[in-house]
């Protein structure tokens, strides 16, 4: 085989015409090609020594013509050797085309014979032989890789260490510091992906570093990697120093939170100390301890002065402790049975002590939840009668808002009331005063008319004498007249305006003046007549600007009088806009306190809801917690009563097989000490048979043949009681080489999980339908020891066995398995789905369901139970029905478990059984398969346009359970004739070694995810 050029082809088919009509193709196709021929039929099957390495492409033929043998058989037995080359299979439509897809990982290509071309030919030889060549290249790095991360190799390497011939190697031990803290603030599972975290960035370190790592978890908190010792100390020293500082630089981030952590390192030069992997690994943890008495990240190198710890073993006591009502024999001595009474006794006391103590705790808890019980009744009332307050405060506070807004809205009404009988007052006197102007003109104009009528009678009185004195005396009316003028409009215009008051001051002093020239005219009257006459039309035109005068300031008045109008009007305007826009911000000021207060009252209602329902949560948080106390109350009691009940019957049986054994000793002794007599008393009768035959020859004769039968007799008896011996003694050494106990397996399994050398295996469930309507790949998960005893996986493979405390302590180690490997990306998307059996320790109490859920909170951000499958066998399912219901129940609601049905055992009521298990997947064998097949599902009418008449389509069970969304797997396929049964019969997944073996990681090369947890 060359991994540069494709030099050899190989056709395995039974048909000569066609490997002929091959061969042509590609003598014209690939001409530098050697194409070989092999006919199965002639030459038989290839068997485990065929030589496949000169081949460089395969083209195989599903039809061999040979009885219980396919070219999938073939592939198969074969396709995991290195040497294999690419293979393309040559085959028929149909289900064969299915079946070939469940071997993706051993064929490149299948192509039907009645479709095959030239062009199709070469081409898919061109492709398989290049994917070929990257697929070996891609399996040598994930060989490097998986010996880098295999705990097997990691054991056997520390095993062999002292006698190692090859490069020196440390062991390096990395725990972070304060891990028990750190844990009771993200869970088991943060912790987990911490070690993780801390795990990958050391291996990239010494990835980097060119040291050979191998790297495996020994420990919940520890991590142990193997690594060539460098030249000298100063380069490890200078090694250890890079790694803290790396670590020092890698935020942990778990659940969007960034934690930070320091480490303390231990290394340990390998070669050094003869001993077990385990004492090693003690010793460079006392390393450990050394490194973290120092702040920070930290190492510490051991040194050749350094005194080793001494290593304790645990297992002795463990197997002395479940094995002790096992270790009694014939040769227990009575300070044994007084030391075993002794400690049954001190049991029955440890035991009452313990019921005892819980009892007070019960007790204790009790009146603690009665006491938060009362507390949260109290709190209750006090909450109420706060709400209570608020809102009597609440109403009186919206009731007195109430009234401010009705006394705001009738002062705003009086104001506006005011403002307009303010505005009709101003208007009032503005009309009076237009009135009273209007009516001093009129006066004016009649003034100024009979000032004028008066001025022409004094003319004419004047140049008539004889009306002289008339004249005088008009003018003196005139006089008074006037003042009484003038005195009314002084008073007038007093508020008006200071010059019109020195006018009509000027005017008086004129008017007086004149009076008193009248008074010397009349003397001079005669004499004066012209000039009187003069005078009189001065005064008139006097009295014409006067008027005019008064005119305008009359027009001036009434101007001032409008613009005052107007002004007042525009002032009533704004102060009837202002008080609107007042009583409309008092109206949005009510409508907003409405609002607020409505908003406080809904605040304070919804507080007092949300309040109510949290003490009404506490309640029945309580009240469950009560429950859960008074089933582990009873649980525990049950146990201590039934540990108890246990010592007592130990201790009776062991007393009864002391009585047994002491019987048994003193009927050996009293057996022995007649066997013993009889032996003397035949050595006896033989010395006397001897003697008598020497004394005589015919008499010892007759007794010799009359003691030989009884001789013979006693002689056979003996024999025959030391074969009783030897048959005892061989049954004792057969019942010895039949096997360890399943007390004996539990114990190395528990030392197994203890010493952290038990890894997760997957298996492949393959569907059988088209990639687009597979969201995840499905893997079953196991277990596997890394044991030399082949009995430790035979049990792990099924661990039902065990005891519910072990079966507990198991599935918890898987879960947290699963858990981390679908938290370790960071995000939500987990791209397998892994089915994990459920055993009878999920359903026979509450611990393992508490557990878990405390994990699903931990872990609710990456929803996990949408990656998870629990696989319930029917059996379990129905011992445990009430309880297993209720959990299944709430995995599936709350956290998107699936649900699959297995050990279903008679079909007749499977849909029962799913329906109440709310299963979406049935995993059977292929017998039950068949018989889901051939059965009919119950009368049900198809949704078929059938004619008039014609009786309604009847589906089987398994079309039926299909219809219900109910996918169907088949297991213990182990060969091609199950495969394609399976797939005839229409199963929707297979399961077996024939489709997919146990591999013990999911990951390719250049990742570190492969990191195993223990």
């Not at 015409?17 to 092999?38: A, G």
């Not at 019960?362 to 709190?379: F, L, N």
């Not at 009368?939 to 219900?964: A, V």
């Amino acid at each position: 085989m060359s991994d540069s050029t494709l030099e050899k082809i190989l056709i395995i088919d039974d048909n000569s015409d066609y490997r002929k009509l091959i061969c042509t193709f590609l003598s014209k196709l690939l001409p530098s090609v050697e194409v070989l021929e092999y006919d199965p039929v002639f030459e038989g099957v290839p068997d485990d020594d065929f030589d496949w390495s000169e081949i460089d492409v395969l083209l195989l033929d599903y039809h061999l013509s040979i009885v219980g043998t396919t070219g999938l058989d073939i592939l198969h037995k074969h396709h995991k050797k290195s040497s294999f080359p690419a293979t393309i299979m040559l085959t028929g439509a149909g289900t064969e085309e299915i079946a070939i897809r469940a071997l993706k990982s051993g064929i490149y290509e299948y192509q039907p014979k009645q479709t095959l071309t030239k062009d199709k030919l070469k081409q898919s030889i061109i492709h398989a032989w290049e994917d070929k060549k990257s697929e070996r290249k891609k399996k040598q790095e994930i060989t490097q890789h998986n010996r880098s991360f295999s705990k097997e190799v990691f054991y056997e390497n520390l095993e062999r260490a002292f006698d190692s011939t090859g490069p020196e190697r440390a062991l390096v031990i990395i725990r972070p510091d304060n891990i028990e803290i750190l844990e009771e603030e993200i869970g088991i599972i943060g912790r987990d992906n911490l070690v993780n975290h801390i795990a990958k960035n050391s291996f990239e370190v010494f990835k980097l570093g060119a040291c050979n790592p191998n790297i495996t978890r020994i420990s919940d908190a520890e991590i142990g990697v193997q690594i060539d010792y460098p030249i000298n100390k100063e380069t490890l020293e200078f090694n250890m120093q890079g790694l803290c500082k790396h670590l020092s630089k890698c935020i942990f981030k778990f659940s969007e939170e960034k934690y930070n952590f320091s480490v303390s390192i231990g290394v340990l030069k390998l070669g050094i100390f003869n001993k077990s992997a385990e004492q090693l690994i003690y010793i460079a943890s006392n390393a450990c301890d050394h490194a973290s008495n120092n702040e920070g990240n930290a190492y510490y190198i051991w040194k050749d002065t350094d005194v080793a710890p001494e290593f304790i073993d645990q297992d002795e006591n463990l197997v002395s402790a479940i094995n002790i009502s096992e270790k009694t024999d014939a040769t227990i001595r009575s300070d044994e049975k007084e030391k075993l009474e002794a400690e049954l006794i001190a049991k029955e006391e440890e035991a009452k002590e313990q019921a005892r103590l819980r009892a007070e705790q019960e007790a204790k808890e009790k009146a603690d939840a009665e006491a938060e019980m009362k507390a949260a009744k109290e709190e209750r009332e006090k909450l109420e009668a706060q709400l209570k307050a608020r809102e009597e405060e609440a109403k009186e506070q919206a009731r007195l808002r109430a009234e401010q807004e009705a006394k705001e809205k009738a002062d705003a009404e009086t104001k506006i009331k005011a403002a307009k009988e303010e505005k009709e007052k101003l208007e009032a006197q503005l009309k009076a005063r237009e009135e009273e102007a209007k009516e001093q003109a009129r006066l004016h104009a009649e003034q100024e008319a009979k000032e004028k009528a008066d001025a022409e009678t004094k003319i004419k009185a004047a140049k008539e004498k004889a009306d002289a004195e008339a004249e005088i005396k008009a003018a003196k009316e005139e006089k008074e007249k006037l003042e009484a003028q003038l005195k009314a409009r002084e008073e007038e215009a007093k508020e008006q305006a200071r010059l019109r008051a020195e006018q009509e001051a000027k005017e008086k002093a004129n008017a007086e003046a004149k009076i008193r020239a009248a008074k010397e005219e009349k003397e001079k009257l005669e004499t004066q007549l012209i000039a009187r006459e003069e005078e009189a039309k001065e005064q008139a035109r006097l009295h014409t600007e006067q008027e005019a005068r008064e005119k305008a300031d009359a027009e001036a008045k009434i101007k001032a009088a409008k613009e005052e109008k107007e002004k007042l009007e525009a002032q009533l305007k704004a102060r009837e806009e202002e008080a609107k826009e007042q009583a409309r911000l008092r109206t949005e000021q009510e409508e907003k306190e409405k609002a607020d207060a409505e908003a406080i009252i809904k605040t304070i209602r919804e507080e007092k809801e949300k309040l109510e329902a949290q003490l009404k949560a506490r309640e029945e948080e309580a009240k469950e917690q009560a429950q859960l106390r008074a089933e582990q109350e009873e649980k525990e009691k049950a146990d201590t009563e039934a540990t108890i009940k246990a010592a007592r019957e130990d201790k009776e049986k062991l007393e009864a097989e002391l009585k047994a054994i002491a019987k048994a000793k003193a009927d050996a002794e009293a057996e022995m000490k007649a066997a013993k007599e009889e032996k003397e008393k035949l050595e006896a009768e033989l010395k006397a048979i001897a003697k008598a035959k020497a004394d005589s020859e015919t008499e010892p004769e007759v007794k010799t043949t009359n003691s030989t039968p009884e001789l013979k007799n006693k002689l056979e008896e003996e024999s025959s009681g030391s074969n009783i011996d030897d048959q005892h003694e061989n049954n004792e050494n057969e019942s010895k080489e039949t096997g360890p106990s399943i007390e004996e397996i539990e114990v190395q399994v528990k030392k197994l999980i203890d010493e952290k050398k038990i890894i997760q295996t997957y298996q492949p469930v393959t569907a059988m339908f088209g990639d687009e309507d597979q969201a995840k790949e499905i893997y079953k998960t196991g277990l596997q020891a890394i044991s030399d005893s082949n009995d430790i996986n035979e049990y792990l493979s099924n661990t039902s066995i065990f005891s519910i405390p072990l079966q507990q302590t198991i599935n918890e180690w898987v879960l947290r398995q699963i858990f981390l490997r679908i938290t370790e990306s960071g995000t939500t998307n987990c791209q397998y789905s892994f089915l994990i059996t459920v055993t009878e320790s999920w359903f026979s109490d509450i611990t393992l369901f508490q557990w878990l859920q405390k994990i699903l909170s931990q872990t609710k951000k990456y929803n996990p139970g949408k990656s998870i499958i629990l696989d319930v066998p029917l059996d379990i399912f129905d011992k445990h029905q009430k309880r297993a219901d209720a959990l299944i129940n709430t995995l599936r609601k709350s956290h998107q478990f699936t649900i699959s049905l297995s050990n279903i055992g008679a079909v007749d009521n499977i849909l029962e059984r799913c329906s109440v298990t709310s299963s979406s997947l049935l995993i059977v064998d292929i017998e039950q398969l068949k018989k889901l097949s051939e059965t009919l599902a119950p009368q049900i009418e198809l949704e078929t346009n059938n004619e008039e008449g014609e009786e309604p389509e009847r589906q089987n069970l398994l079309q039926y359970l299909k219809s219900k969304k109910i996918r169907i797997v088949t297991s213990g396929i182990e060969d091609s004739t199950l495969l394609t049964d399976a797939i005839t019969a229409g199963t929707d997944y297979t399961l077996g070694n024939f489709v997919g073996e146990v591999q013990d990681n999911l990951v390719e090369s250049g990742t570190v995810e492969s990191f195993e947890l223990t």
